[in-house]
Structure formats: structure tokens, C-alpha cells
């Protein structure tokens, strides 16, 4: 990549818009210069910050608020009734939000934010029942630790007359897909949702009860002892091991290694409104990607710094640093090295792959989020309405265009861009075929297949 305009910070920039390098001609100003766009603490929210810093922003003519939400429904809904112009959102969001799972609404990315990021965490009683029923390598426990060790202590407690509980972010969050993924893999049923019944709890028939619980929220109400366990993102399975309260048991780079995770997401309404606003937010976005993973993390202390303020994820330095910079602590000295644990450019992360759309609609209807059958050109036609890679692609081209970033760190926007590339197998060992996602979901012992309905 060629050298990036020199920083400025957003006070002063304002003199400076008239001698952007972009091609007017190619992308024309923003329609919409003044944006308030939402985000939830989480590190992955990072291309945003990073944007605003190092003046990304101001340098496409825009004039951007950063605003914390309070929870992810909060934050879909504000940005569907436009209070918020885009946001930090979970993969999952703009898709069920399309396909009416919740609040129905037309929502599109074309920005995938970051891949990997999350953990599961269980409380250190849960932990010291799980340990005995796993394997040793080195004197430490065998990575990844299958949720087959969690079996026998989910059926002791269902013996004691008690509920085992784990909380996940959204139900239509990478969190939720996740944990139920790595449970399904170990022998135990995460629940349907029915809501063609009315029944949107997710626990129907299930043998690990899973609710809602806000990413911050998650450590304390594991203490107080309200959830046994948890998925979500970082710093929250961090903060639980500096606490001293609980136990990360495995990351989602261990479920399915450079899984997506987070989107930024717009109203389809407004991208059309606003056509070179979007794409201007884009530009930054990438920008800012790429100075996250250059030079191999090279940035990532200064990040750091960035993510512990309290305008963004304001958690303890020393927690974010954990996995921002290429560790994990799994906890009683567990610490190991993991360089890939968040990516935000690298392997093209920041292209919406139709195939990451697949993937969550195939779990949305596994779990019964989708009640009814759907034909494999239902799946390729909802992806490509949601996960937009055309806007993408010219916002990147113009970028290259501009002499800002070169050829070599993008797709080639000629190929199809299908499948993502570069990605693990799953812990279960089931391959995922997104051109045949109805054959995907058959391969599944726990789960709905075929026309199953919960």
C-alpha cells in the first residue's frame, strides 16, 4: 500500500476538505456530510475509532459521532428508524432483519468489519467440574476443548432439578450461532425457536438454556451467578479471567478458524438517499482496516490506547491489549500465543462474501429462527440482496484509483467473490458447501433438517 495522507485531527481537518485526494469526478460529495453512527463497546468496533482518530473521516468530507448504544436491538432499531445513519452491527443483523426474524426491515452491509474476535467463558465452578473429562498436552489442557466435557455437568445439574444457563449477546448474533454450533458439536441441544408458534425464548427442547445478556453486562452476571457461562466478544472473556471469576474454555478462531463476525450496517433506504455519503463511509472503513493489521499489527498498541478511552470500549488497557495484540489467557496461566485472533484486513476480511451471508441464514434455519423450508436459490438470492460487494468493490476501486492503497490488497473485483477464502474447518468436521446450503444442514445430527419444523 502506498503511503496514506498525513494525520490530522478532526478539529483542524475542516480546512483541509477542499484539497481531498479523491477523484470528484468518480465519487461526488456526500450528500450527507454530518453523521452520527452508533456502536457497541466491543474491540471489534475498532475500524470506526480508528476512522475517527486517525481523520479517515474528515478526509471524504465527513463529519462523524461516535455513539455508544445500549444494547444491539436498541442500536438495529435507531438505525432503522434513522436515528443513526449506520452502525457497528452483528453479521447476523441485517439478515434477520431482511428475512423479518424480529423487526423487519431492509438492512445492508458493505463492510465486513472483522473476523474471529469471541470466546466462551464458563464460571471457575463450571470450569473445575469440566477439567477432570479433558485431555493434557504439556500440562495444560488439549486445545480446542470440545463441549462434550460440559455433557456430564449439564446432565448433573438437570439431575439437581436445575436449569443450565448461558448467556449470548442477540439472537441473531455471531455469539448465539456460535455457542450453539460448539454445544450441537459436543452431543447437547442449544433449543429451537418456534416463531411461528410465538416462541422466540430458543429454548425449546433444550438441554443448555441460552438468553440474552449486553456484551459489558456478561462478567457480572456470570458472578452473581444468574448465567453459568458465556459467548461474546472481546474484552469481556479477557475481563472475566483478570476478575479472577471464570474460565475462557475456547475462541471462535478455534470453532471455525477466520469466521465473520461483525458488519457495518446501513438502511437499504438510505444508501440509495445517499449514495456517495456511503461510499465515502466505506473508503474510510477500509482505510482504517488496513491500518489495524499493517505491517504486521505494527498498530496494534497505539489501538490499544485508542479502544481503552471511555468514549469506546473503555475497559482496562491491559485487558483490551490481551487479544488485540496477539495473546489469549485462557486463565490459570494459560496464555498462548494467538496472532489471528482479531484480523481486520488481512485474507480480505473487509469484503461482504455472499458465502458468510449463507452461513448465518443456514443456522437461522437450523435453529428454527427460519421455520419453514428454503431452496438453495432462496439462500444465493437473499445473500446477494444484503451483502452488497458491488459497493464495496467501487468504493476500494476508487481508493486504488487515488494511489491511497494498491491493487494487491483487494479481491479481485473481476472473479465472482463468492466464497470467503482462507478459512479453517469446523470443530465438528461438518464441510460447509454454500452452493448447497440445504445439503449443509442435513449433514447436522442436532438441529432441523429437510421441512422440519420446531
Known amino acids: 500500500?502506498?503511503?496514506?495522507?498525513?494525520?490530522?485531527?478532526?478539529m483542524l481537518a475542516a480546512t483541509l476538505i477542499g484539497l481531498s485526494t479523491l477523484a470528484d469526478a468518480e465519487i461526488g460529495e456526500a450528500e450527507k456530510p454530518d453523521l452520527k453512527l452508533g456502536f457497541i463497546k466491543l474491540t471489534d468496533m475498532a475500524p470506526l475509532a480508528v476512522a475517527w482518530e486517525q481523520?479517515?473521516?474528515?478526509?471524504?468530507?465527513?463529519?462523524?459521532?461516535?455513539?455508544?448504544?445500549?444494547?444491539?436491538?436498541?442500536?438495529?432499531?435507531?438505525?432503522?428508524?434513522?436515528?443513526?445513519?449506520?452502525?457497528?452491527?452483528?453479521?447476523?443483523?441485517?439478515?434477520?432483519?431482511?428475512?423479518?426474524?424480529?423487526?423487519?426491515a431492509n438492512i445492508i452491509t458493505a463492510f465486513s468489519m472483522d473476523l474471529n474476535g469471541n470466546g466462551i467463558t464458563v464460571s471457575n465452578a463450571v470450569w473445575d467440574a469440566m477439567e477432570p473429562n479433558l485431555p493434557v498436552e504439556?500440562?495444560?489442557?488439549?486445545?480446542?476443548?470440545?463441549?462434550?466435557?460440559?455433557?456430564?455437568?449439564?446432565?448433573?445439574?438437570?439431575?439437581?432439578?436445575?436449569?443450565?444457563?448461558?448467556?449470548?449477546?442477540?439472537?441473531?448474533?455471531?455469539?448465539?450461532?456460535?455457542?450453539?454450533?460448539?454445544?450441537?458439536?459436543?452431543?447437547?441441544?442449544?433449543?429451537y425457536y418456534a416463531p411461528q408458534r410465538g416462541d422466540t425464548s430458543g429454548t425449546l427442547d433444550a438441554d443448555v438454556h441460552l438468553s440474552v445478556t449486553p456484551p459489558p453486562q456478561m462478567p457480572a452476571t456470570m458472578e452473581a451467578g444468574t448465567i453459568q457461562g458465556y459467548c461474546v466478544g472481546e474484552p469481556w472473556n479477557q475481563q472475566a479471567v483478570f476478575k479472577g471469576i471464570g474460565v475462557p474454555v475456547i475462541t471462535d478462531y478455534e470453532i471455525w478458524p477466520n469466521n465473520p463476525e461483525k458488519v457495518f450496517g446501513v438502511a437499504e433506504t438510505w444508501a440509495k438517499q445517499n449514495p456517495n455519503t456511503h461510499l465515502r463511509l466505506l473508503r474510510a472503513l477500509i482505510r482504517a482496516a488496513y491500518w489495524l493489521d499493517e505491517n504486521e499489527n505494527a498498530n496494534r498498541e497505539a489501538a490499544v490506547d485508542i479502544l481503552a478511552r471511555p468514549g469506546y470500549v473503555g475497559a482496562?488497557?491491559?485487558?483490551?491489549?490481551?487479544s488485540m495484540t496477539g495473546t489469549f489467557d485462557y486463565g490459570q496461566g494459560d496464555v498462548r500465543t494467538v496472532p489471528d485472533f482479531n484480523v481486520f484486513f488481512r485474507y480480505?476480511?473487509?469484503?461482504?462474501?455472499?458465502?458468510?451471508?449463507?452461513?448465518?441464514?443456514?443456522q437461522m434455519r437450523r435453529w428454527g429462527q427460519i421455520p419453514e423450508a428454503k431452496t438453495d436459490n432462496w439462500y444465493m438470492k437473499t445473500a446477494a440482496q444484503v451483502y452488497r460487494g458491488d459497493l464495496y468493490a467501487k468504493a476500494a476501486t476508487s481508493l486504488i484509483e487515488d494511489g491511497l492503497m494498491d491493487a494487491g490488497d483487494f479481491p479481485d473485483f473481476q472473479a465472482e467473490n463468492f466464497q470467503r477464502p482462507m478459512q479453517g474447518e469446523l470443530i465438528d468436521g461438518v464441510p460447509f458447501t454454500p452452493r448447497e446450503?440445504?445439503?449443509?444442514?442435513?449433514?447436522?445430527?442436532?438441529?432441523l433438517t429437510g421441512s422440519e419444523t420446531p
Open 55 to 104: 481523520g479517515y473521516f474528515m478526509d471524504e468530507g465527513l463529519f462523524v459521532e461516535l455513539e455508544a448504544q445500549a444494547n444491539w436491538k436498541v442500536l438495529l432499531d435507531r438505525v432503522i428508524t434513522g436515528e443513526l445513519d449506520g452502525a457497528h452491527m452483528l453479521a447476523g443483523q441485517p439478515l434477520g432483519a431482511t428475512v423479518g426474524y424480529g423487526t423487519r
Open 316 to 322: 482496562d488497557r491491559e485487558v483490551i491489549a490481551n
Open 348 to 362: 480480505h476480511a473487509t469484503y461482504p462474501y455472499p458465502s458468510d451471508a449463507i452461513w448465518y441464514l443456514t
Open 138 to 191: 504439556h500440562g495444560r489442557p488439549a486445545r480446542p476443548v470440545s463441549a462434550s466435557a460440559l455433557k456430564p455437568v449439564v446432565e448433573q445439574t438437570r439431575a439437581n432439578g436445575e436449569r443450565f444457563r448461558m448467556g449470548m449477546v442477540f439472537p441473531v448474533s455471531t455469539h448465539n450461532y456460535e455457542l450453539r454450533y460448539w454445544l450441537a458439536a459436543g452431543g447437547l441441544h442449544p433449543g
Open 437 to 447: 446450503p440445504n445439503a449443509y444442514i442435513d449433514r447436522f445430527t442436532i438441529g
Open 1 to 10: 500500500m502506498k503511503t496514506m495522507t498525513q494525520y490530522v485531527h478532526p
